[in-house]
């Protein structure tokens, strides 16, 4: 049974104190090499640092095509003692991080790379945890800020542009007994620094560049409607977005295009750098169920949600998606109203555009109720608009299934 709203109101309001306390202002501290010659610069950096021995959490395909190999050539090169995890899946567990944490420690490795997207970089981060808490338990660390003050230092080449998470202090990990995605936050697993390589981008397939893409356009529109006033996430938000909207079309047209793919991979980190302020939205907390039930992947999962939800919001959020109406170049006429709406239809149709269809044959409906619940609990913990009714959410689930 759904909690009553004014408990969940209450809730959040708890929540959102107590973020405001321990979060502070963000630290600022961010270090992206951008181009062709970025994985050489980072690889520079990990050795100036004096690492000699290096994990590399990547997965299989990544390995095989010879791309992750490439993208660490420069430590190879110098003669750094490169151990290899390479068995990342999508929606990693901590069964993944246990393998790889066990590579660590017999490695004795001081760094860690991670090569590939949000599921290798997630695993990545908490791999790094176990560098100094070894025989924790890891399910503790869920939840915003519990993450163990010490980790080994997490060095990011990203290979998609959408998850953001090669410039935020979250990663999401599924819990296998639960089946339920948790998110694991600190400090200690922001990464030091980061390569943007479109080069290692070029190769993406057209449906994991649109649903990467539209990632990245979920985390800059939840992080720029965000109720919480922190940092510069509206500056970054809007960046993200109009970057988004500017080259996504074209990186799926035209995988070979090194301005587009420069372009989505910059719009990507600056969407991470706004989320890693306020964190994500009801976007997230129903993508995330529908990831952890019926194995969507994350960015297509957002793809069907964020119209929905967007239009729930209704007047709540009407003033922000005018506001990025205009700065996209969607509408600067008319009523607010009438400017969001437009940005709602434009975010509708650039989905279309890229080839995401609206429903997804594999939710099923005798999960539904659990989804609702799930997503409400988790959503209320975050900074929207508004929070959902669960009836809401369950209309949502309707219309996204086949």
């Not at 390479?86 to 420690?105: M, S």
């Not at 890693?276 to 995330?288: C, K, M, P, R, S």
């Not at 990025?324 to 969607?330: K, N």
């Not at 940005?343 to 099923?364: C, H, N, S, W, Y």
Request: hydrophobic share 45%; with cysteine.
């Amino acid at each position: 049974m759904a909690k009553p709203m004014f408990l969940r109101k209450i809730k959040n309001r708890l929540i959102y104190v107590m973020a405001k306390l321990v979060a502070g202002e963000p630290s600022g501290q961010y270090m992206a090499f951008v181009g062709k010659a970025s994985c050489a610069r980072l690889c520079e950096r990990i050795i100036e640092l004096g690492h000699t021995s290096v994990l590399v959490v990547t997965d299989k395909a990544l390995r095989d095509l010879g791309l992750a190999d490439e993208a660490v050539a420069g430590l190879n090169r110098e003669g750094v003692t490169l151990s290899w995890y390479d068995q990342v899946d999508p929606d990693p567990t901590y069964g993944h991080v246990e393998a790889g944490a066990r590579i660590l420690r017999e490695s004795g490795a001081t760094a860690i790379v991670a090569v590939g997207g949000g599921s290798s970089i997630d695993c990545a981060k908490v791999i790094a945890l176990t560098k100094h808490n070894a025989g924790d338990d890891m399910t503790t660390w869920a939840g915003f800020g519990k993450a163990p003050e010490e980790a080994a230092p997490l060095f990011v080449i990203p290979t998609t542009s959408g998850t953001g998470s090669e410039a935020t202090m979250g990663a999401v990990i599924t819990n296998q007994s639960t089946h339920k995605k948790e998110i694991i936050s600190g400090s200690s697993i922001h990464p030091a620094a980061v390569a943007l390589d479109a080069c290692l981008m070029v190769g993406l397939p057209k449906p994991i560049t649109a649903a990467t893409g539209i990632d990245a356009l979920t985390h800059g529109i939840e992080a720029y409607i965000s109720t919480w006033e922190r940092g510069n996430r509206t500056e970054m938000g809007r960046i993200s977005v109009q970057g988004v909207f500017r080259w996504l079309r074209q990186a799926c047209e035209d995988p070979g295009n090194m301005d587009a793919r420069e372009g989505m991979a910059l719009a990507a980190y600056n969407a991470g750098v706004a989320i890693n302020q306020v964190n994500v939205g009801n976007v997230h907390a129903i993508a995330h169920q529908l990831g952890a039930n019926f194995g969507i992947p994350h960015g297509h999962a957002n793809a069907i949600v964020l119209p929905h939800v967007l239009t729930l919001y209704g007047e709540t959020a009407v003033e922000r998606l005018a506001e990025l109406a205009v700065a996209t170049g969607v509408s600067d006429s008319g009523h607010p109203e009438t400017r969001a709406r437009a940005f709602i239809a434009e975010v509708e149709k650039l989905i279309a555009d890229v080839g995401i269809a609206p429903t997804d044959a594999r939710i099923k409906r005798e999960k539904f109720d659990i989804i609702a619940e799930a997503a409400m609990d988790e959503g209320d913990g975050y900074f929207c608009p508004r929070q959902l009714e669960k009836s809401e959410i369950l209309n949502l689930l309707e219309a996204i299934s086949e």
